[in-house]
């Protein structure tokens, strides 16, 4: 026991001595961060009555729960980390609606060049919890500069939207605009054979086009339209816009100006934001001279216990919820992709757990490989044996992650959810003529006639791109199969809706792909019920976050950046053409997540973004 004491206080020291000597901070100040890092969690900050929550829409909402102890990085760099998961933006909203100290909810779209990875399927279930939120009645005010169809989406709901006077209002309509690598790929040399499934795999249209194919921009621009009109619909109802009307606005101006937008009843007032404040504090019953209302940040009061507003469970009865964010990855994988081995030894976990009655897998991820989809795919399968498995689709699950959703009792979507896709691809990649042209020359001695089949020296005969396309008939079988099997549908209704094609919610919803339309707490409410476990239940959220001891102490230089939210804070590029070079960057850093040991890969068109 003393021996173990012993290495205990000494990795202790050594990893205090390793923070202090990376960050500059004093012993004395270390302590203190830790003392008020530790004894503010239980607590949590003072709300002011008639106080005004301001969400910053510029936040980033991940599906998960972000890894940063709030707090601490908060005490130990001076700034609150702009970065919230989905569910605790929703919870935050909900104890602000019971809370009788809260009195509003401030929208601040000044600020719109942070990187928000929300899509349109996260934003609409804020929208409902605002909505909500309204029909209380307390107040949503939205304040923006210069407003885009992202913000104003969530803006729209507000009681009162007010604009800058020298601000604009961005309502052009919805657009995607790939990017082809195809001709600088033959410029330098490389080339790309594909094999594949499904007339509208786009993801391979990138390597071998210099443009869509007329299947593919078929589905892209039903999605689009799709997407759109769900953003006509919600805008249009909140502020009593016919949606034609709205359509004819992107159709015909685009940009409008303040002015514009108020006589067009997109705003409610054109006014400065000082004038905003003293309106907020009229409401929050602040003094004439003070400096600003009374408010607190979301990230801020999401930091108040639940159950100080009689919410919050605490139950022996657990409801797993599952996070699948990101790429779908052989092996264990890192921070934003889901690892298939990783993902698989929790369920397996959770499938053993008496503790857990229900599983919710919340998937939003573009698909990736197929080897990985398959390894957690069965793992979903034997937990649905044994107690109910609900998927939550958020803004995209798509192939590999419509292929792991397959299997489960019951599959919600919102109607701007991105999914589909069943389809599988493989790419083959060679160097020979940008090689050949540098000099460099390969030769091949082997013991049969496909032992170099997997060289990059050459491009694949046509028998050699037979045995791949074997393997990816094969692959994409297996797949129709799952989801015949899963879905209950005919395998020739399944190859007739596959193909590779991408659908919307509402259109997935429409061709048996998914059960119902609804976000995330729905879910969970239905796998509650099917557990019934009527309101004796609590969460508990999966990959879990290491507790604040492990992920301070005992940890390397990058990773103690990483907790501490001390990497570099990446920004949306503001100029055009650096905007397409960081489209770039995205499309390469795509390639290199590709692991999969077979080749073959079921996953989204490469570069399918709606802007």
């Given amino acids: 026991m003393r021996n173990f004491l012993q290495q205990t206080f000494a990795s202790l020291v050594g990893s205090l001595l390793g923070l202090i000597i990376f960050s500059g901070i004093s012993a004395t100040g270390l302590l203190l961060i830790l003392f008020a890092a530790a004894s503010s969690s239980d607590s949590g900050p003072e709300v002011k009555d008639k106080s005004v929550v301001v969400f910053d829409l510029s936040m980033n909402i991940t599906d998960g729960e972000p890894n940063a ?38 929208l601040d779209a000044t600020r719109t060049d942070a990187t928000n990875s929300a899509g349109y399927a996260s934003l609409k279930e804020i929208r409902q919890a605002l909505e909500k939120f309204r029909a209380a009645g307390k107040k949503v005010i939205a304040y923006g500069k210069d407003w885009g169809e992202r913000e104003y989406y969530l803006s729209s709901v507000a009681d009162t939207v007010v604009l800058n006077p020298l601000g604009m209002m961005e309502v052009n309509g919805l657009s995607s605009q790939p990017m082809f690598l195809a001709g600088a790929l033959e410029k330098f040399g490389v080339g790309v054979q594909v094999v594949r499934v499904g007339k509208f795999k786009g993801a391979v249209e990138p390597f071998i086009l210099t443009k869509l194919s007329p299947e593919n921009r078929e589905q892209t621009q039903r999605l689009l339209n799709d997407v759109w009109s769900e953003w006509r619909n919600a805008v249009g109802g909140s502020r009593k816009i016919a949606p034609q009307k709205l359509q004819a606005i992107a159709d015909n101006q685009a940009i409008l100006e303040a002015s514009a937008a108020k006589s067009r009843g997109l705003v409610d007032r054109v006014a400065y934001v000082d004038e905003v404040v003293n309106d907020l504090k009229k409401l929050t019953s602040s003094d004439k001279d003070d400096k600003t209302f009374r408010q607190i ?11 100080s507003v009689g919410l919050g469970r605490k139950s022996k009865n657990e409801i797993a919820v599952v996070y699948a964010e990101g790429e779908i990855v052989d092996g264990k994988g890192g921070d934003g992709e889901i690892g298939g081995d990783r993902f698989a030894k929790i369920f397996n976990k959770l499938r053993q757990d008496d503790d857990v009655k229900a599983v919710i897998l919340r998937v939003n991820s573009p698909g990736g490989s197929a080897t990985a989809a398959e390894v957690m795919q069965r793992e979903v399968k034997l937990t649905r044996q044994v107690k109910p498995v609900v998927v939550s689709m958020g803004d995209m699950a798509a192939s590999g992650g419509y292929w792991i959703a397959s299997d489960s009792n019951r599959i919600f979507a919102e109607p701007n959810t991105i999914t589909g896709s069943i389809g599988v691809f493989g790419l083959l990649f060679n160097g020979q003529k940008l090689a050949n042209d540098n000099g460099i020359t390969w030769d091949s ?39 015949s099997q899963g879905r209950k549908l005919p395998e020739s209704k399944v190859a007739e809706i596959a193909q590779g094609r991408v659908w919307s919610g509402t259109a997935a919803k429409a061709i048996g792909l998914v059960d119902e339309i609804g976000g995330l707490n729905t879910a969970i409410e239905y796998a509650a019920k099917q557990a019934k476990l009527g309101k004796d239940w609590q969460i508990k959220e999966y990959p879990q976050n290491s507790s604040f001891e492990e992920r301070f102490f005992g940890i390397s230089t990058e990773e103690t950046k990483s907790v501490l939210g001390m990497k570099a804070t990446q920004i949306k590029p503001s100029n055009p053409l650096t905007a397409e070079f960081h489209k770039l960057q995205q499309e390469l850093a795509t390639l290199q997540k590709m692991n999969d040991p077979q080749g073959v890969y079921a996953r989204l068109p490469f570069n399918l973004k709606i802007e």
């Fill in 297 to 307: 940040s979301i990230n801020q009061y999401a930091q108040v216990p639940a159950k």
């Fill in 69 to 106: 102890d709030p707090i601490f990085q908060r005490a130990l760099s001076g700034v609150e980390e702009n970065r919230m998961g989905l569910r605790q933006v929703l919870e935050t909203v909900e104890k602000a609606q019971r809370d009788p100290r809260i009195v509003g909810i401030y």
């Fill in 445 to 483: 001695v082997k013991t049969a006639t496909y032992a170099d089949v997997q060289t990059v020296s050459r491009p694949k005969s046509p028998q050699e791109l037979a045995i791949y396309q074997r393997s990816v008939n094969r692959i994409y079988n297996l797949f129709l199969n799952k989801v």
